[in-house]
């Protein structure tokens, strides 16, 4: 394996140190070391990955050294655009080294959300133009690629990609406090407050990673069907606008939509687009913990902003935040006292603490299986 320091050594021994991109739970030791090293300036954990690839192109335009831009591979529908439009040879001609996590990699088990982007991460790359190499788990193998990548980046200012398959990094404990905040409730706690006090008819729509498997995990405990929920294992940022779909039409269901910070701030401009819809049944909870916390904890800027207050300048019609059980069991009551004179789209911001469960288990149902209990339980 190679060490996150070794990498980044590298790469700075090659005038590389600026970084971008949204953390990934294979490279989540490599990530923790670039959020204790680098500094602010110097690292910048983006809304998205095609946000990051912005940055990476402003920093390049600004002082002509390469900059890295990292993610899961998830994230390459997010910076197809950029690629196309912004670094591609046809447009600007922008060297990015692109570092790039391989979930689902073929022969590799991994869950069904990773399974046709990890078949399909090397085929985008080379249908975009862009060369890449697996990354060694060996050092020295690894320093020649890094050199070589360099190498080609530097001769035809095009993006290279680095493409990391699991347990390629050793090991590295992120130090950082900046994303601790000691607030009273789990995320899972949380989770559980706020789905037992949801009524028969209502359904959830959760975000990707843990709030999504808390969310199963709790209505098995409570031998409950997982029919009322969907959960939204992939297409992290997009949990908002599903909901928004099904609460159009379904006017007389409440729908939830259960958010991450960090999804809720990769694709934020879907909040004035519910608000926008002026949906009287749909609200918006976001577990707000400050962190990437799914893929680990790296820190987002969830709770450095005022959510809230931003719903509330888009337009959503009634705005909580709240940091402990009784207070939002006290807001929740209000829902169901009133649900029908309340004034919605609601946002509601609940501040958790980071971390999880160990043992958390993942849904054992099939995505095709919840979608058509889903479906089912909508018709009703
Ligand atoms: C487009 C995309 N980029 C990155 C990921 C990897 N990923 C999965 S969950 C997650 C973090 C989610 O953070 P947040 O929404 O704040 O929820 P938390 O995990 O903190 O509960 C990330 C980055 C992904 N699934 N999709």
Redesign the pocket.
């Known amino acids: 394996m190679i060490s996150p320091k070794f990498f980044y050594d590298t790469l700075a021994n090659c005038g590389i140190d600026f970084y971008a991109g ?4 294979l490279l989540k030791n490599l990530c923790a070391y670039i959020t204790d090293h680098a500094d602010a300036a110097h690292n910048i954990i983006a809304a ?2 095609g946000g990051a690839m912005g940055l990476a192109a402003g920093h390049y335009l600004a002082t002509g050294h390469i900059p890295v831009v990292y ?2 591979n ?2 390459e ?2 910076i197809i655009n950029p690629l196309a439009s912004l670094t591609d040879p046809d447009v600007y001609n922008i060297p990015v080294l692109l570092v790039i996590g391989w979930r689902g990699k073929p022969g590799v088990h991994d869950e069904p ?1 990773h399974v046709k982007q990890g078949k399909v991460t090397t085929g985008l790359l080379n249908v975009m133009g862009i060369d890449y190499t697996v990354l060694s788990k060996e050092e020295d193998k690894a320093e020649a690629q890094i050199r070589k990548a360099v190498a080609h980046m530097q001769a035809t200012r095009q993006c290279y990609a680095l493409v990391i398959e699991k347990d390629t990094f050793e090991n590295y404990q992120l130090n950082s406090q900046s994303s601790i905040f000691n607030f009273q409730l789990s ?1 899972e706690e949380a989770i559980q407050t706020v789905a037992a006090a949801l009524g028969e008819k209502d359904c959830i729509v959760s ?5 999504s498997r808390e969310l199963f995990e709790y209505r098995t405990v409570k031998n409950e069907g997982h029919e009322r929920d969907f959960l939204t294992v ?4 997009h949990a908002s606008q599903i909901a928004l779909g099904i609460a159009l039409a379904k006017p007389d269901r409440r729908v939830w939509c259960f ?6 701030i ?1 694709h934020m401009g879907s909040m004035a687009i519910v608000a926008s819809k002026a949906p009287k049944n749909y609200v918006h909870v976001v ?3 400050g ?5 680990g904890g790296q820190p ?1 800027v ?1 709770l450095k902003i005022d959510l809230p207050a931003v719903a509330k300048a888009v337009g959503y019609k009634t705005v909580y935040s709240v940091d402990n059980k009784e207070k939002l069991e006290e807001i929740l009551s209000i829902f169901n006292f009133q649900f029908s004179i309340f004034d919605a789209p609601v946002f509601l911001e609940v501040k958790v603490k ?1 971390g999880n469960r160990k043992d958390l288990g993942r849904p054992t149902t099939t995505p095709i299986q919840n979608k058509e209990a889903l479906m089912a339980f909508l018709k009703k």
Do not use: C, L, W, Y
């Not at 958010?259 to 809720?264: I, L, N, S, V």
């Open positions: 949204v953390p990934d739970s998205n990955e993610m899961q998830s994230g529908g997010n959300q995320r975000t990707t990673g843990m709030i992939g297409s992290m940022g958010d991450g910070d960090g999804a809720t990769m577990f707000n913990n962190a990437h916390d799914s893929v987002t969830g980071k």
